[in-house]
């Protein structure tokens, strides 16, 4: 009976051992597959560091784009950050990923005297980061797997993206987003009051402590006083998308709502209890910016091939019949040059005529600007 017992005893631990066994080896295998299957989710993408000249030195970037085809042109969006942060913010990290995610390329980088970017702090302005994010842009531009061009900015980067963008308008810029913009940094030099550090704006002091320790350059605050954001800004009238949230104690919501009311072509998204940052709303964020970069840049693709095909068949029907039609209007012969049907240059012979791209063309001696002679080298 006892060995009966004991026999009883000992089948029931090897059940129990084999069952806790197989528990354990299910436990492993879970844990390995989920780590592959997030693996994965970067398989197919590419990430490089990259070094852009920017107004103050170096800049450091990140480039994120999904694997492609060496033929496949793409959509890049430009992700600028605020005032004291950096290009790996949990927030912007989250934007390049759900942009990765659609099929849309992305770089992020730090501004001068920011992160791993070269400069000093105390030398930053917003006017030199929009000249930084203009070399950005060329950079961008210049990359022979690029379609078109968006950019995003959260904070001071919303102001930069703001500003920039009605520099180079929506013919060069195809969407914009701009998270919780900063508007409110000229009112805030206005009164003498930038992040809580306190100081006389008619008599700019240099390096005004703020609460980390950095120092905020006296020209930071002469060239914000003045600054002309909404004014710049204006001049963007392409596709926006404006996120800020109610309880954004930092920039009050009524900054972004105002850049909605300047930009027509606009939707401005309130989001209710988000604070500056987006706290714990980061990822609802970034998908709420890359699902409206999708819409817009992949859609615009197609629809801008579409209207190129039909402005190039409605040139080529102005000018004369047996001229070759080199683009944007212009046309040429043997003995003359056309745009849109009239003849523009005879003296120097239509072989001579070369159209160089954004309007211009040129005989050899003169340039034309859409049709008409202009000065220009």
Known sequence: MQK?????????????FAYTY???LMKKYFLLSTFLFFCTLHVFAISEVVKIQGDHGLLDAIIQKPMTTNEQKIPMVIICHGFMGNKNEFLLRNVADSLEARGIASIR????????SEGEFEDMTVPNEIKDALQVYYYVKALPFIKNIGIVGHSQGGVVTAMLSGQLTHEKISAIALLAPAAVLRDDCIRGNTMGAMYDPFNAPNGVKLFNGKKLGANYIRTAFNLPIYETAINYQGPACIIHGNK?????????????????????HLMD????????????????VANYMQKILLSTTKSQKSINKKKRKLESKL?????????????????????????I?????????????????????H????????DRD
């Not at 026999?7 to 090897?14: G, H, L, P």
């Not at 683009?327 to 049907?341: E, F, I, M, T, V």
């Not at 239509?350 to 954004?358: E, P, S, T, V």
């Open 4 to 16: 009966y017992k004991k026999d009883s005893i000992q089948k029931e631990k090897k059940r129990i």
């Open 22 to 24: 197989k528990i354990r």
């Open 109 to 116: 980088f730090d501004f001068n005297g920011h992160g791993n």
């Open 248 to 268: 954004d104690k930092i920039v009050p919501y009524t900054y972004g709502q105002r850049f909605s009311y300047i930009i027509k072509n606009s939707e401005f």
């Open 273 to 288: 209890l988000m604070d500056h940052g987006f706290s714990k709303h980061e990822q609802e964020v970034a998908h709420l």
């Open 319 to 343: 000018n004369p019949i047996g001229t070759e039609d080199l683009g944007g209007g212009y046309a040429r012969d043997k003995n003359h040059a056309y745009y849109n049907g009239k003849i």
């Open 345 to 365: 240059s005879d003296a120097w012979g239509g072989n001579q005529f070369i159209y160089k791209g954004d309007g211009y063309a040129t005989d050899g001696i």
């Open 367 to 374: 340039t034309y600007f859409k049709g008409r002679p202009v």
